[in-house]
């Protein structure tokens, strides 16, 4: 029962690095999303898939760039990281909108120095 | 685009009491749904009850209900006989209908402390 898998779950970057954020499910779930939590704070959308080749920007996309080329994984690039990247990845996803269940991986802290 | 608000920061409680945790909503939406997620020190978040707006009836599942008040925009967890491994942050969130494509909106979340 692996659901949502995520690495890795820690990394810290220097200003400047580049990196991606791997996020695989195995629940066969069409609908894919990347949240991220700053301290203190609710978690806010970045980008979003409703299946293999769609995908679009949420609240906080800037910065940070996906694709989506198969059902099981939606990985997050992060460019020319800033210290304001700091925070804690979520991965999630669900069998559609709607109202269903939205399923989240166990989170990515990053930091930027 | 919604909103979500929680007022209340933090709430201490001994073991064993009732608790109730408050989130208010603004949405022009008439279709919508709601739900509350647990976020214990280990980070990992947990779908605590689900509420579909069409329905009057208050979700509730084992120790936990809700009160969802629609034409108040109003939609409180009770946790009731509370137990230690209710400690974690409690997040309160809305997802519109029709697709719901664009996920969750979340609140900024209460920090729940259960006192032995």
């Known amino acids: 029962n692996a659901g949502v898998t995520q690495t890795p779950k820690f990394r810290i970057l220097k200003i400047g690095q580049s990196m991606t954020l791997q996020c695989t499910q195995d629940m066969n779930h069409n609908y894919m999303y990347w949240y991220r939590q700053d301290p203190g704070m609710g978690l806010k959308l970045i980008y979003y898939s409703v299946g293999a080749g769609i995908t679009d920007k949420g609240e906080v996309p800037n910065g940070y760039n996906v694709s989506r080329s198969t059902t099981e994984d939606f990985p997050l690039r992060l460019e020319l990281a800033a210290p304001s990247q700091t925070s804690v990845y979520f991965c999630?996803?669900?069998?559609?909108?709607?109202?269903?269940?939205?399923?989240f991986g166990e989170g990515s802290w990053l930091t930027v120095v | 685009a919604q909103t979500v608000t929680q007022s209340q920061p933090e709430m201490s409680v001994q073991e064993a009491e009732t608790v109730t945790l408050s989130c208010t909503y603004d949405t022009s939406e008439s279709n919508y749904y709601l739900f509350w997620y647990k976020q214990p020190p280990s980070r990992q978040m947990i779908l605590v009850i689900r509420q579909e707006a069409y329905k009057q009836q208050n979700a509730t599942e084992n120790r936990f209900s809700v009160n969802f008040q629609k034409a108040a925009k109003s939609f409180s967890l009770k946790i009731s006989d509370s137990q230690l491994g209710d400690t974690a942050m409690y997040f309160c969130?809305?997802?519109?209908?029709?697709?719901?494509?664009?996920?969750?909106?979340f609140g900024k979340g209460t920090h729940l402390i259960i006192q032995p």
């Open positions: 969130a809305f997802m519109r209908s029709g697709g719901g494509a664009d996920g969750l909106t």
């Open positions: 999630a996803s669900s069998y559609g909108g709607s109202g269903n269940t939205i399923y």
